[in-house]
């Protein structure tokens, strides 16, 4: 089946050829930011059809490709801005930053006495992971995840609120609007296969998961020890790995819930030792 354009790809390519650009350097941004040739030909190939026949091109998005508001870490790209931020007095590096999907890796973004604190507070309440129902917003067992993991409120403990308040000025996105901060432990070959952290607007139990804060639009993965082997959190769209370093973390938004937002993910199988995170899921409202 032909991969349809998105209404807001179809949108710049119009605005683009309005302004006069040319079609074939416009179809090499396409191929560059990671579009196949054959499909930016095809996108270039209707978005002039439209303007010869003189036809609308309709830039507002439907309910599935509705964009939300998503946190932004930086206020300037690297290429002018600092490798390193303050955050609440605490030195955080920037290490990577990709812009199209969003994605930060920040360097210390927690100290190791904090992260081996954490895992201690972890140990005595772990359970088997467990992923969302689609069909109920429940939770169920699920092979794609043989983690296993805990969560804490906000306010659970100094710690907690330090690093909760820690990652909503590092994120520049409000504390109220995190999930309870989840807690997970791989042992040697578990994963979390690859998988889109946003609700799917087709599951027929996002209804119910979305009374609580909205969509989902962004996380930020922790990396409480470095795993002997293995662990790795990878991107498939972007062909990104993500080492899983103590203390840095791997920040990414979704502005839309759907595969566009190119934020597909996977934690890859630990091979030697084990592997601790804290995941904390934002949405776009206050969660409660
Ligand atoms: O452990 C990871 O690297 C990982 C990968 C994908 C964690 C999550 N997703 C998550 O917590 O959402
Ligand atoms: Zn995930």
């Known amino acids: ?19 006069g650009c040319i079609p ?46 998503v946190p932004e870490p930086l206020q300037a790209p690297l290429s002018s801005g600092a490798s390193s931020i303050v955050v609440d007095d605490h030195v955080v ?45 429940g939770t169920e067992l699920n092979e794609a995840r043989t983690s296993e993991g805990t969560y804490f409120f906000h306010d659970a403990s100094p710690l907690l609120e330090t690093i909760n308040r820690r990652i909503s000025h590092a994120t520049r996105w409000p504390l109220a609007h ?28 996002t209804a119910a998961l979305l009374k609580h804060g909205g969509q989902r639009v962004a996380t930020l ?24 370093i103590q203390g840095h973390a791997v920040f990414f938004a979704y502005d839309r819930a759907t595969p566009a937002s190119r934020t597909l993910h996977g934690g890859t199988p630990v091979v030697a030792g084990e592997k601790w995170i804290a995941t904390r899921w934002m949405r776009e409202s206050p969660y409660l």
């Open 24 to 69: 074939a350097e416009m179809i090499e941004a396409m191929v560059t930011v990671g579009h196949a040739r054959a499909f930016a030909e095809s996108v270039l190939a209707e978005a002039s059809g439209k303007r010869q026949s003189g036809e609308a091109v309709v830039v507002d998005p439907g309910d599935d490709e509705r964009t939300v508001e």
């Open 221 to 244: 993965i922790a990396y409480l020890n470095t795993p002997a082997l293995g662990g790795a959190t990878v991107f498939p769209d972007i062909g990104l790995e993500v080492a899983p």
């Open 178 to 205: 995190g999930e309870p901060l989840q807690i997970l432990h791989y042992g040697v070959g578990a994963e979390y296969q690859p998988h889109y952290d946003y609700f799917s607007p087709e599951d027929a139990g």
């Open 93 to 137: 590096d920037v290490l990577v930053n990709i812009h199209h999907p969003r994605i930060v890796v920040f360097g210390n973004l927690l100290s190791k006495d904090e992260c081996e604190e954490l895992i201690e507070a972890s140990r005595p309440k772990l359970e088997r992971s467990e992923t969302v129902d689609r069909e109920s917003g």
């Open 1 to 19: 089946m032909a991969i349809k354009a998105t209404p807001q790809l179809l949108g710049w390519v119009d605005e683009q050829l309005g302004r």
